[in-house]
């Protein structure tokens, strides 16, 4: 796929945009459900890049539905049986979309995004240098960066508005937001989504890191998975054969364009630097290659 096949910003004139995320656009179909396109779009320090990863979108898509039919005997999630022709009847809108849109469930989000981590890196790797712990939980001394943790753990975080940063919290913090039965159940299946979906992904060659999930009610508080699942934009992905402690491993996943951005002279404020287009070719591989490890298509 080439620039031209991407789709940076859906348009659907015959539909009302509710919101511009900083990858999906999300549109109003009836009281009931929303249209969710997820774009070629990538984010990078919380800055939309002026470049999008052709084909991006409909990975995203793809392996979150791979997901979402996975985890569906945990917790039901957010899609529809409305069909898409319903929702987007215009052929050519649907041939322009391609796999990226879903049609889901209206449901009210929770304002908490639960992060799960098994591995140690990123800024809880930041952390663990100065404190001994990640967000307040103690770790065993002496663990390298990037080794895997004792057992995974929970380090939720407060949502931030696009352009601003996400807060990590303490859980007690999710408690005064959530209650306590319900910031309980959803650190228990946060965990058992990654528990059981990292030992599936590490049969298929890929380690997940870190990765996180967001949650919504529906009008009788019934809790359903949403958003997006163990994608290589929530997620870090490792490839197996490749992990070693003491290093950064490679990735499937967007570090591999943080890592190049840490090697301009930008301050991390918008306007985001053009990708060059070796970077997004190679990109947009490793999107597809963690799809086919994990999916097998």
């Not at 770790?139 to 895997?148: E, K, T, Y």
């Not at 009008?219 to 003491?246: C, H, K, N």
């Amino acid at each position: 796929m080439t620039q031209s096949d991407a789709l940076f910003e859906s348009n659907l004139p015959n539909l009302n945009l509710l919101n511009r995320g900083k990858v999906r656009d999300i549109y109003d179909l009836d009281p009931e459900h929303l249209l969710i396109v997820t774009s070629d779009r990538l984010s990078a320090f919380d800055v939309v890049l002026p470049k999008p990863i052709p084909g991006k979108g409909e990975v995203l898509t793809r392996v979150s539905n791979f997901w979402f039919g996975r985890t569906r005997i945990i917790i039901p999630n957010h899609l529809s049986a409305l069909p898409l022709e319903q929702a987007v009847p215009d052929p050519r809108q649907r041939a322009r979309l391609g796999d990226r849109a879903l049609v889901v469930r209206r449901l009210k989000p929770l304002p908490v995004e639960a992060i799960v981590r098994g591995y140690l890196i990123g800024s809880g790797w930041k952390d663990y240098q100065r404190s001994g712990g990640v967000c307040g939980i103690p770790l065993p001394a002496g663990l390298q960066l990037a080794d895997r943790l004792p057992e995974a753990i929970y380090t939720p975080s407060t949502k931030a508005e696009i352009g601003a940063h996400d807060e990590n919290v303490a859980f007690d913090q999710t408690v005064d937001l959530l209650g306590q039965e319900l910031a309980e159940r959803v650190r228990e299946i946060s965990l058992r989504i990654y528990t059981e979906s990292a030992a599936y992904a590490l049969e298929k060659g890929i380690i997940i890191a870190d990765t996180k999930f967001e949650f919504g009610l529906d009008p009788a508080g019934e809790l359903y998975l949403i958003d997006e699942v163990l994608t290589p934009d929530s997620s870090r992905f490792w490839p197996a054969d490749q992990y070693r402690p003491g290093i950064s491993p490679p990735s499937f996943d967007k570090q591999f364009v943080r890592d190049y951005l840490e090697t301009l002279a930008w301050d991390k404020t918008p306007p985001g630097p053009e990708l060059p287009e070796q970077v997004i070719r190679k990109t947009a591989e490793k999107y597809r290659e963690a799809e086919r490890r994990l999916t097998g298509l």
